[in-house]
């Protein structure tokens, strides 16, 4: 199973936008569902939001309700996290992973690749 391949992460001003993209070409082909996490330094990795394939059912962790909009393209095996009125507590490497997503949930994931930085800073 090939690694999932996380980009287009960078420096951006606090109310700023982002937006991530991860090839996963080996999962929208045989797996369900995509999620992203992030890692801030010295702090564990945590769940940010995922998308179920087949129900397009999105979960998205508390702080980034209103703010984040994953998306998926299964035309060009990628997923996508839009990330606006960014601050400086998201920022953070950015991984992306197969995961079990549903609405209310979002599991561990698996077929971890290279993350992307994200910095939210004046």
């Known amino acids: 199973q090939s690694q999932l391949v996380a980009s287009w992460g960078g420096l951006v001003q606090p109310g700023g936008s982002l937006r991530l993209s991860c090839s996963a070409p080996?999962?929208?082909?045989?797996?369900?569902?995509v999620g992203w996490f992030r890692q801030a330094p010295g702090k564990e990795r945590l769940k940010v939001s995922c998308?179920?394939?087949?129900?397009?059912?999105?979960y998205y962790t508390d702080s980034v309700k209103g703010r984040f909009t994953i998306s998926v393209d299964l035309a060009n095996h990628t997923v996508n996290l839009q990330m606006n009125n960014l601050q400086p507590e998201d920022t953070a490497v950015y991984y992306c992973?197969?995961?079990?997503?549903?609405?209310?949930?979002?599991?561990?994931?698996?077929?971890w690749g290279q993350g992307t930085q994200v910095t939210v800073s004046s």
């Open positions: 080996g999962a929208t082909r045989n797996y369900y569902a």
């Open positions: 992973a197969v995961v079990p997503c549903d609405a209310q949930n979002m599991g561990d994931g698996r077929d």
């Open positions: 998308i179920n394939f087949s129900s397009r059912l999105t």
